[in-house]
C-alpha cells in the first residue's frame, strides 16, 4: 500500500517540478503574505512545496485526513 501512495507522490511531483502543474497557495499561509508555498494532492497525501531557482523544495507530506491548518501552525511555532 505505502509503495503505491510513494510512487503517486512522486508522480505529482514531478509533474511539478516539470511545470505541469501548479498548485494553490496555501490559503492560512497567503492571508499573512506568504505566496511561494503551494500545495497539491497525491491520491491520499498533501504536499507543501516552494519552487526556488528551478527545482521543487518539499516542506511537508500530510495525509488528507490531517487537518492541514494544525500542521502548519505547529510546524510554524517550533521554529
Request: no cysteine; proline share 7%; hydrophobic share 45%.
Given at each position: 500500500m505505502w509503495a503505491a501512495a510513494e510512487e503517486?507522490?512522486?508522480a505529482q511531483l514531478a509533474r511539478v517540478d516539470s511545470g505541469l502543474i501548479t498548485?494553490?497557495?496555501?490559503?492560512l499561509l497567503g492571508s499573512?503574505?506568504?505566496?511561494d508555498?503551494?500545495?497539491?494532492?497525491?491520491s491520499h497525501h498533501r504536499l507543501l512545496y516552494r519552487q526556488v531557482d528551478g527545482h521543487t523544495d518539499v516542506y511537508a507530506v500530510a495525509g488528507?485526513?490531517?487537518?492541514f491548518?494544525?500542521?502548519?501552525?505547529?510546524?510554524?511555532f517550533r521554529r
Open positions: 503517486d507522490i512522486f498548485g494553490p497557495v496555501v490559503p499573512v503574505g506568504i505566496t508555498d503551494r500545495t497539491v494532492l497525491s488528507q485526513a490531517q487537518d491548518q494544525d500542521l502548519l501552525l505547529r510546524r510554524l
